[in-house]
């Protein structure tokens, strides 16, 4: 099966720096990469979709200057949490698509993020 | 906008039973539904996937239904075991691969 692969699984930092997510699909291309967060005990809710070659699309109430997505390629998506704060410690993960509307999403198997 | 809701929460059983979860949504336009198991601070393992013309899809002792005109989807687990522990989460992919999760369901399997 198709398989994402998303980097570092844990990252521990102070509060005020900045920490990169790396999602990455191994063995397809995808033009569509989306990222999810979850807090403890709760599901995932949708942050953001990373079109490759442009502009992240936002849900409502997520910060598009705290959480920076760049998806430079067809294989790979970034996610950046700048200036980092407790509140932001969370489980991320991000998925990404094989083919068009309607296929089986592949997830990377996240990153635990806790600020101190 | 879509909502998708599992019930119940939280579930614990003896080993060796059969259980069912349950999924259900408020949009019924949906392209498919997904069923995902995440283990503690784990990513997310697919374990059905049943596209929107389906009715229900199998894999070794899971089997997932969906009903569209209900709003329902079914998981099914025979026999139950330990290992199977976890949290099943539900979720609906109604446009462009941006899907919907509903709250999950904690079970755990007694030995």
Known sequence: ?116 | KQEVTQIPAALSVPEGENLVLNCSFTDSAIYNLQWFRQDPGKGLTSLLLIQSSQREQTSGRLNASLDKSSGRSTLYIAASQPGDSATYLCASNNAGNMLTFGGGTRLMVKP
């Open chain 1, 1 to 116: 099966g198709a398989v994402v692969s998303q980097h570092p699984s844990w990252v521990i930092c102070k509060s005020g720096t900045s920490v990169k997510i790396e999602c990455r699909s191994l063995d397809f291309q995808a033009t569509t990469m989306f990222w999810y967060r979850q807090f403890p005990k709760q599901s995932l809710m949708l942050m953001a979709t990373s079109n490759e070659g442009s502009k992240a699309t936002y849900e409502q109430g997520v910060e598009k200057d705290k959480f920076l997505i760049n998806h430079a390629s067809l294989t790979l998506s970034t996610l950046t949490v700048t200036s980092a704060h407790p509140e932001d410690s969370s489980f991320y993960i991000c998925s990404a698509a094989r083919r068009g509307p309607g296929s089986a999403l592949f997830f990377g198997s996240g990153t635990q993020l806790s600020v101190l």
